[in-house]
């Protein structure tokens, strides 16, 4: 069979709904070619990718028109697992599609059972996770890892099986800028190897070499189809909501942040700092041993490869795991109930942070949180989230909800949004919380520009504020904000 998508005058509206997901949609993906799918959040791009895999009608219902096609396999009928021998799909939250418990049988999960040979099993095994370099990590429990090393994971589990049809759904979101670029080489040799791929993502910057063209959505259509190069027009970016086309690496330039190893480190305009902080896992993970760094006010970046222990310093820096050290905001010692009160986060994947009815609520709940942590009443705080009057948060919750283009989605449950538009409702929750330090871990996964460029004034907003705003990313395009970096090697050559 040769290689290919295909999607012929499609138009597919999900079960009860009235309207359309996608409206008379019509692309062709064939052996050898890439082509990347793009558009402001909600245009589409997930029901295209739903109905390329054929989870769209089989598993969600609902009714198509037209015809979608994967190597001439029609996908309304025929079944998803027949349909998983030919085409392979990576799901922006790789957890997603996990089974096993370690690395090492993850890859070799969909092999094992379709009855491969063992021995075959061990080299495919092998030669999928050392294209990705994470042969070091095959007997790593799989829930360890970082979420860019689950990426990598998740698709090394497909490159085992060699399907010759490929989607990707934003694949670059929790990879670092280094990882992105050999995400694009190992793309790059599957077309000379003759694969259909199709990727559907925000952002576009590391495509520009390997993508043959461009898709752009919006409202469920394809409203065109050009080649890479249309995206250096800025006001067609603008227009359509759509990310940069050409990024600089600021990691290069950023000033650095004071860091010192086994001593204080201090400067004169100090509004947040840790001293002398040292954290493990186990006494075979030491991650951090004597780390000290201070932050001045604006945005400050922490940078550094996938697995690095940026997710636990967010943890850290927000009471969630406790080190040992010292943690002052503008000079004060935080005491013993440690920098909850004062913090605001933004874990990597939103789903953590959901946990009320509406998007409304989960904000109001959240103004709520900030109030009552401030003043130590932990107990009142607890108790409060399960309130449902939180009208006096009103004026403030929607005025936040506008600020982050959410106003429409306010009575929504929050379980039934996008992952972008998860993503936006927990920044304003952190936002809400008014909180002396925010520290966000990946915030732009799966936004668009327009939400992007929300996100990233909101951001330097909180800063000019007296916010000290920590930022967790490998986003290159959002690091245009940040006024420092703090580079996790500073830090990590502490760590025994």
């Not at 309304?76 to 370690?102: N, R």
């Not at 800025?234 to 940069?244: F, H, S, T, Y």
């Not at 990024?247 to 700092?273: I, Y």
């Amino acid at each position: 069979m040769k290689p290919e998508i295909k999607f012929e005058n499609v138009s597919y509206t999900y079960a009860n709904q009235k309207h359309p997901a996608l409206q008379n949609v019509s692309l062709t993906v064939t052996a050898g070619e890439l082509k990347v799918v793009t558009g402001a959040s909600g245009c589409g791009k997930t029901t295209l990718m739903r109905l390329a895999n054929g989870l769209c009608p089989q598993i969600y219902g609902g009714a198509v028109k037209g015809r979608v096609t994967v190597s001439g396999l029609d996908v309304s009928h025929t079944p998803v697992a027949e349909l998983s021998e030919v085409i392979g799909t990576l799901f922006q939250d790789p957890e997603e599609q996990f089974f096993a418990l370690s690395v090492g049988d993850e890859i070799a999960f969909a092999l094992r059972s379709r009855g491969v040979p063992a021995p075959e099993v061990i080299e495919r095994t092998r030669r999928a996770a050392d294209r990705l370099a994470i042969g070091h990590l095959l007997g790593q429990d799989i829930h360890a890892l970082s979420e860019g090393q689950k990426q990598k994971v998740g698709l090394a589990a497909i490159l085992a099986l060699g399907p010759k049809v490929l989607i990707f759904d934003e694949p670059s979101a929790n990879l670092d800028p280094e990882s992105t670029e050999a995400l694009a080489f190992t793309m790059a040799e599957l077309k000379r190897e003759g694969a259909a791929i199709l990727v559907v993502d925000h952002r576009l910057y590391w495509l520009k070499n390997v993508a043959d063209s461009v898709c752009v959505m919006s409202r469920g259509k394809i409203v065109f189809e050009r080649e890479f190069s249309v995206l250096n027009n800025a006001e067609l970016r603008k227009a359509w909501g759509l990310r940069q086309a050409e990024v600089p690496d600021m990691r290069r330039v950023l000033p650095r942040v004071r860091t010192a190893v086994g001593k204080n480190v201090q400067s004169e305009r100090t509004f947040f700092s840790a001293q002398r902080m040292s954290f493990a896992y186990d006494e075979n993970h030491q991650i951090f041993k004597l780390a000290s760094f201070c932050i001045e006010p604006g945005v400050t970046a922490l940078i550094g490869d996938n697995g690095t222990g940026k997710t636990t310093l967010a943890r850290i820096l927000t009471g969630l795991n406790q080190a040992q050290g010292d943690f002052f905001i503008k000079g004060r010692k935080v005491g013993r109930d440690g920098l909850m009160p004062h913090a605001g986060l933004v874990l990597q994947n939103a789903d953590h942070q959901l946990q009320m009815r509406t998007v409304q609520e989960e904000v109001q709940s959240a103004c709520a949180a900030g109030e009552l942590l401030k003043h130590g009443r932990f107990e009142l705080w607890r108790r409060s989230l399960g309130a449902k009057d939180f009208a006096h948060y009103r004026e403030k919750v929607d005025e936040i909800l506008a600020r982050l283009r959410l106003s429409h989605l306010a009575e929504r449950h929050p379980q039934s949004l996008s992952g972008g538009e998860k993503q936006r409702v927990v920044i304003a929750c952190a936002i809400a919380k008014n909180p002396a330090v925010l520290i966000l871990d990946e915030p732009t996964s799966g936004l668009d520009g327009a939400n992007m460029a929300a996100i990233a004034e909101l951001l330097k907003n909180q800063a000019q504020k007296g916010t000290a705003v920590f930022l967790i990313t490998h986003d290159l395009e959002l690091m245009q904000i940040c006024d420092w970096a703090i580079d996790m090697k500073s830090l990590q050559s502490s760590a025994a």
